[in-house]
Structures are given as structure tokens and as C-alpha cells.
């Protein structure tokens, strides 16, 4: 028996915003989602719009753990080693962060300062290190036959702890990769969805069955702005991936 809930596989992105808007009200707007579907998610991701809007303004990682929401950081770091390693430091120490991602593009010598850095600030703080995961392509973006696999080999050979990729993506390349790999899929729609700017995507119940560690799931949640819509549409996404469990 699976000991994992359905809602231990939805990521709920925090997009959608006005981002425009005043601090106050764009706070309001997070805590009345949360308020709403917090209850069927167990993480919440926040990118670099998110991110970069409330820098300075409210601390969104002190709200989302006071949900006891767990946090994927989705600023998929790209630079030179040494500043990714000091980067990582720093955002292995932001309360509450499980898991955050990088580019797997930035090749192994990279992502190894990432993982070097984060372990220097988890050893120092005495926390536990938030699972780093490699992004491989875009679910905006076509692949190329081989280059997702390519991309989470080099992951593996870093020592990261997972990647980004579709969910269409997983029957081929979960047998070449390691049996504890972290597979998170963006790209999840409904059916008769709109696909917006995804190309590779996926239902809820298809991500589980092909073997989805964690499902990131936006517009199918925030596209109704109405709160009675996001409750309707978390508590369809868990049934979806209940069906199959």
C-alpha cells in the first residue's frame, strides 16, 4: 500500500497574481489561496515573479510554513560554479525550503557547486538539505530525441538529487536513472484544459501512473479566480490521482 496521500503529490503554483498590485493586497491574495487549498497540497511552488515581487515587502516563506505547506523554490539558478555554490548556501537556508532547482544545461561542474554549497549551509545550520533538482527541458519547449535522458544523466553524475521534466518524458528515461530519483512534472492540465503556453502535458492521473514524484500544477488551480472554482479543482486533481493510487 502506497504510504503516500494524493495531496502529497500536488505542487500548487503560486501564480496568477496581479503582481502590480501593493504588497498588502497581493498578500491578502496568497493567504485567501492557501486558505482555500492548503488542505488537498502538501507543497507549494513560488518562482522568480513571486520571488522578486515580495522581496523586501513580506516574507513569503514565513507564510507558507505557517500553512506547514513544504516549499519548492523554483528560481532555476544558472551561473558560474562559485556563485552558484554561494547562491545555494543562501537558499538552503531559507526556512522551510524542501526542494529547489537549478539548470541541468549548466553542466556537472555546476550543479556540484550547488550541492556543495548547500550542504555547507545545512551542516552549519543543522538542518536538513533541501533535495536539489536539475531542470532538463522546458514543458514550454520541445525535445529532441535523447536530450531530456542526456540532461538527467549529467544530473545523476552531479549527485543531484532529481530533475524537472514532463511527465511524457518518464517512460523512457525512469529505467536508465536511479531508483530513488525525484521526478517532478510540470505541464499538468485537465482534461479539455487549456494548454496555455505548455506543450508537453499531462492529466494528474497519467503524471502518477507514469511515475511522477511530485506534479506542478498552476493554471487548472488559479485560472478560476472564483474560490469555490480552486476548492472544486484541488479536490478533482486529488480525486484524479487517488483513482489510480
Same mark, same amino acid.
Request: negative net charge; charged residues 25%.
Given at each position: 500500500?502506497?504510504?503516500?496521500?494524493?495531496? /502529497?503529490?500536488?505542487?500548487?503554483?503560486? =501564480?496568477?497574481?496581479?503582481?502590480? #498590485? =501593493?504588497?498588502?493586497?497581493? @498578500?491578502?491574495?496568497?493567504?485567501?489561496?492557501?486558505?482555500?487549498?492548503?488542505?488537498?497540497?502538501?507543497?507549494?511552488?513560488?518562482?522568480? @515573479?513571486?520571488?522578486?515581487?515580495?522581496?523586501?515587502?513580506?516574507?513569503?516563506?514565513?507564510?507558507?510554513?505557517?500553512?506547514?505547506?513544504?516549499?519548492?523554490?523554483?528560481?532555476?539558478?544558472?551561473?558560474? %560554479?562559485?556563485?552558484?555554490?554561494?547562491?545555494?548556501?543562501?537558499?538552503?537556508?531559507?526556512?522551510?525550503?524542501?526542494?529547489?532547482?537549478?539548470?541541468?544545461?549548466? *553542466?556537472?561542474?555546476?550543479?556540484?557547486?550547488?550541492?556543495?554549497?548547500?550542504?555547507?549551509?545545512? *551542516?552549519?545550520? !543543522?538542518? %536538513?538539505?533541501?533535495?536539489?533538482?536539475?531542470?532538463?527541458?522546458?514543458?514550454?519547449?520541445?525535445?529532441? &530525441?535523447?536530450?531530456?535522458?542526456?540532461?538527467?544523466?549529467?544530473?545523476?553524475?552531479?549527485?543531484?538529487?532529481?530533475?524537472?521534466?514532463?511527465?511524457? /518524458?518518464? @517512460?523512457?528515461?525512469?529505467? @536508465?536513472? %536511479?531508483? =530513488?530519483?525525484?521526478?517532478?512534472?510540470?505541464?499538468?492540465?485537465?482534461?479539455?484544459?487549456?494548454? !496555455?503556453?505548455?506543450?508537453?502535458?499531462?492529466?494528474?492521473?497519467?503524471?502518477? &501512473?507514469?511515475?511522477? #514524484?511530485?506534479?506542478?500544477?498552476?493554471? %487548472?488551480?488559479?485560472?478560476?479566480?472564483?474560490?469555490?472554482? *480552486?476548492?472544486?479543482?484541488?479536490?478533482?486533481?486529488?480525486?484524479?490521482?487517488?483513482?489510480?493510487?
Amino acid at each position: 500500500m502506497n504510504e503516500r496521500l494524493a495531496k /502529497d503529490y500536488v505542487c500548487a503554483a503560486l =501564480d496568477g497574481f496581479d503582481l502590480s #498590485t =501593493d504588497s498588502s493586497k497581493l @498578500e491578502l491574495e496568497l493567504r485567501i489561496r492557501l486558505n482555500t487549498i492548503s488542505p488537498y497540497i502538501g507543497y507549494a511552488k513560488f518562482g522568480m @515573479e513571486l520571488y522578486f515581487s515580495t522581496y523586501g515587502q513580506f516574507d513569503v516563506f514565513k507564510l507558507l510554513n505557517s500553512y506547514g505547506i513544504n516549499i519548492f523554490l523554483d528560481l532555476k539558478i544558472f551561473d558560474i %560554479p562559485e556563485t552558484i555554490k554561494n547562491a545555494s548556501r543562501v537558499l538552503a537556508a531559507k526556512p522551510g525550503v524542501n526542494i529547489f532547482n537549478l539548470h541541468a544545461t549548466g *553542466q556537472i561542474e555546476m550543479m556540484k557547486a550547488a550541492l556543495e554549497g548547500a550542504e555547507d549551509a545545512s *551542516q552549519r545550520l !543543522g538542518i %536538513p538539505r533541501p533535495k536539489i533538482i536539475a531542470v532538463t527541458v522546458l514543458t514550454s519547449m520541445k525535445a529532441e &530525441k535523447g536530450q531530456v535522458l542526456k540532461l538527467a544523466l549529467d544530473a545523476v553524475s552531479a549527485g543531484m538529487d532529481g530533475i524537472v521534466c514532463s511527465a511524457l /518524458d518518464l @517512460e523512457e528515461i525512469k529505467p @536508465e536513472l %536511479p531508483d =530513488d530519483f525525484i521526478y517532478v512534472t510540470p505541464g499538468i492540465r485537465m482534461i479539455g484544459g487549456n494548454a !496555455g503556453d505548455q506543450k508537453r502535458i499531462a492529466t494528474p492521473d497519467f503524471a502518477y &501512473k507514469a511515475g511522477s #514524484t511530485l506534479q506542478v500544477i498552476g493554471r %487548472p488551480i488559479y485560472e478560476d479566480l472564483d474560490t469555490n472554482g *480552486q476548492l472544486y479543482a484541488v479536490r478533482k486533481i486529488s480525486d484524479l490521482i487517488q483513482s489510480v493510487m
